[in-house]
């Protein structure tokens, strides 16, 4: 069995068991702010966990294929955030300012996604070209 992404210029395979993670992480993911919402504390809590581990999971799988490295680099510092914020709401909600700090992570994420396309689209140097007409 073959566990490896295959990847050509036009499109890439996931194997089913990747899949299976990453569609189990948006379950987690779901409940996860849904127990935010209603602020059920300890499922909320509990949902981050599993929501971060799959992440980081998926990040690992997809680490061959640069952009989905990059995309999935972002979406792990994005949970990060979240949880850190959904955590400082659900037990420092008197102090409001913690939940700034969560901005690190977030920046940290728009830093992968910044980098991943600048270099991705920058202009690709061509071959030096001579003054000299032929």
């Known amino acids: 069995m073959n566990n490896s992404i295959n990847v050509t210029d036009e499109t890439y395979t ?3 068991r990747f899949r299976i993670a990453e ?10 702010d849904m ?9 909320g809590i509990g949902m981050f966990i599993p929501t971060l581990v ?7 799988q997809t ?4 952009s989905e ?12 955030a979240n949880g850190y914020w959904m955590i400082c709401e659900f037990f420092w909600e008197n102090l409001d300012y913690l939940r700034y700090f969560s901005v ?8 992968f996604i910044a980098y991943y396309y600048i270099t991705e689209f920058a ?8 003054d000299v007409a032929a």
């Not at 680490?63 to 640069?66: A, M, S």
């Not at 202009?123 to 001579?130: D, F, G, H, L």
Request: glycine share 2%; proline share 7%.
């Open 104 to 111: 690190i992570p977030f920046s940290f994420g728009l830093m």
């Open 123 to 130: 202009p690709k140097r061509s071959e030096p070209q001579s």
């Open 63 to 66: 680490r061959r294929v640069r």
């Open 69 to 80: 490295l990059f995309h999935n680099l972002a979406v792990t510092c994005w949970i990060t």
């Open 14 to 16: 996931i194997p089913r």
């Open 54 to 60: 799959l992440a980081l999971l998926i990040t690992w």
């Open 35 to 43: 127990s935010w919402a209603m602020k059920f504390r300890w499922l």
């Open 23 to 32: 569609n189990m992480h948006i379950v987690f993911w779901l409940i996860k």
